[in-house]
């Protein structure tokens, strides 16, 4: 069961304790602080007493396991679930639904730390036009699924075997509605059926300027060691379609910086990503616009 409820929630063990450890605590002090307020009120009639108890009891809860999910260090999971349940309840539904018919739906694809899928998120999060609806990672417990949770954007995790099948996972994306996909440092190469029913909708960003310096294997430090290997004064970032090769598809986009004589792959690495949060985010913009006019 506990595994269920781990995949359910796409969280580590030690985050799962944690997390149940949250309700248990912030569950037994919503009890406690519904008892204290009532107590004083002298309630003889059982039904009322019960309904009182019940109704504050409601109200209490989320603020509980908000309150002791901040120690826990689980807020970002709670105030995804608290949106989650009150989505559920049709809180703010209809609005929502009537805001989102303009907009086109996109999907984040990221294994990683998610820098780039963070940039992404704070860049569409008012967007009137293009909406995040889903990340998708290979990585539980990655840095991208944790942005997610904060911007409560919805995810959803994938296994190497189903993914790389092909079509394993259309149905989820055809379900969220998705129109376009970008690959955040996701590092799996996208299988045929997925570039098949996405045509010109996939970009990726690498860190190098391809065609230099691309392909199977060539991806963080690795990127970066074989620029400087090679003794070049230039790197930068190249944007572009995703085909069926890795790294190979149409350049939509470069952008350049100095490969300087003290270089290590991470200095490297630091002037490169900060080309990338510089431009992913307009260039995907511009991009989806275009191919939605
Ligand atoms: C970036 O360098 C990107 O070019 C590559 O993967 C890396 C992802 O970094 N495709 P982050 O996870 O967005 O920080």
Same mark, same amino acid.
């Given at each position: ?130 909406? /995040?609806? +889903? ?7 990655? $840095? #991208? %699924?944790?942005? @997610?949770?904060?911007?409560? !954007? ?26 376009? /996909?970008? +690959? ?7 299988? $045929? #059926? %997925?570039?098949? @029913?996405?045509?010109?909708? !996939? ?91």
């Amino acid at each position: 069961m506990l595994d269920r409820l781990q995949k359910k929630w796409k969280v580590s063990g030690l985050q799962l304790f944690l997390i149940l450890c949250t309700f248990a605590l912030g569950g037994s002090m919503c009890g406690y602080l519904t008892r204290l307020l009532i107590e004083p009120m002298h309630i003889e009639n059982a039904l009322l007493y019960g309904t009182l108890y019940f109704v504050i009891l409601t109200l209490l809860w989320p603020l509980c396991v908000l309150a002791v999910s901040i120690p826990f260090g689980q807020l970002a999971f709670f105030k995804n679930y608290l949106r989650k349940i009150a989505s559920r309840l049709a809180l703010n539904k209809k609005e929502n639904v009537e805001e989102d018919d303009d907009m086109i739906p996109i999907a984040i694809f990221a294994s990683g730390s998610g820098s780039n899928a963070l940039k992404m998120m704070e860049y569409f999060k008012d967007h009137p036009k293009i909406k /995040i609806v +889903l990340l998708v990672s290979n990585k539980p417990g990655s $840095g #991208a %699924l944790h942005h @997610a949770a904060n911007f409560g !954007i919805s995810t959803l995790i994938i296994e190497k075997e189903a993914f790389l099948k092909g079509d394993a996972y259309l149905p989820e994306l055809e379900s969220a509605g998705i129109k376009f /996909i970008i +690959l955040a440092g996701f590092l799996w190469k996208i299988p $045929g #059926a %997925l570039i098949k @029913a996405f045509p010109q909708k !996939i970009i990726n960003i690498h860190p190098a300027l391809l065609p230099d310096y691309g392909g199977k294997g060539m991806y963080g430090l690795h990127v970066h060691k074989a620029v400087l290997e090679a003794g070049e004064s230039e790197s930068g970032i190249t944007i572009h379609f995703v085909d069926d090769h890795y790294d190979h598809g149409a350049t939509i986009f470069q952008a350049f910086c100095s490969v300087q004589l003290n270089d290590t792959p991470e200095t490297l690495a630091v002037r490169v990503l900060a080309l990338e949060h510089a431009h992913f985010p307009k260039v995907a913009e511009q991009i989806i616009l275009d191919a939605f006019e």
